[in-house]
């Protein structure tokens, strides 16, 4: 199972700002490991969107952010597009688990 | 620009193994960490394991007793293997790069194979 929660579904209309939390504990988040987004449209492979706790790859907008602090992460998508509807995941590595863990996943509708 | 392509048989027999191949196209598969990561239907993600192209390897605690990841250097593919198969098995198998560049996270992915493990 996940180690990583977050919460099943955000929803929000179009421009307006939503954030998806990212909850570990002391084995992971907490012990200073880097946090990564990926987003997931239906029937495809996921998508880099933020790595290093808040850096995008080229070609990721500056309307998606990524913050991280103390057990927690979070995804901040700002001027939400009908576009952004995907899944998206947390992700980071577990120092109890020897090996890298997701996040539970959240669904965002627009 | 890299690209990775999952091969494999789609349908597996319960209690056999599940063997899957990703073949690196346009770049060298040395120098990065690569993974083998699925996701059942309707469900999140879980990272199987990976290796690093000096040799080593890691796999996930909850499958580690079932699970071999090996490379091919000259085909540039790594492969899985996964034994002992049940249906809690099926899934959208993906294989992935993790770049120190990008903090080990997984910038490049194939766009992942279906395995069915039924009779």
């Known amino acids: 199972q996940s180690v990583l929660t977050q919460p099943p579904s955000v929803s929000g209309a179009p421009g307006q700002r939503v954030t998806i939390s990212c909850t570990g504990s002391?084995?992971?988040?907490?012990?200073?490991?880097?946090v990564h987004w990926y987003q997931q449209l239906p029937g495809t492979a996921p998508k880099l969107l933020i790595y290093g706790n808040s850096n995008r790859p080229s070609g990721v907008p500056d309307r998606l952010s990524g913050s991280k602090s103390g057990t927690s992460a979070s995804l901040a998508i700002t001027g939400l597009q009908a576009e952004d509807e995907a899944d998206y995941y947390c992700?980071?590595?577990?120092?109890?688990?020897?090996?890298?863990?997701f996040g539970t996943g959240t669904k965002v509708t627009v | 620009q890299v690209q990775l392509q999952e091969s494999g048989p789609g349908l597996v027999k319960p209690s056999e193994t599940l063997s899957l191949t990703c073949t690196v196209s346009g770049g060298s598969i040395s120098s990065y960490y690569w993974s083998w990561i699925r996701q059942p239907p309707g469900k999140g993600l879980e990272w199987i394991g990976d290796?690093?192209?000096?040799?080593?390897?890691n796999y996930s605690p909850s499958l580690k007793s079932r699970v071999t990841i090996s490379v091919d250097p000259s085909k540039n593919q790594f492969s899985l293997k996964l034994n002992s198969v049940t249906a809690a098995d099926t899934a959208v198998y993906y294989c992935?790069?993790?770049?120190?560049?990008?903090?080990?996270?997984?910038?490049?992915w194939g766009q992942g194979t279906m395995v069915t493990v039924s009779s």
């Open positions: 992935a790069r993790a770049a120190i560049a990008v903090a080990t996270a997984f910038d490049i």
């Open positions: 002391s084995s992971n988040i907490g012990a200073g490991y880097d």
């Open positions: 290796f690093y192209y000096s040799g080593s390897t």
């Open positions: 992700q980071s590595y577990d120092s109890r688990l020897s090996g890298y863990v």
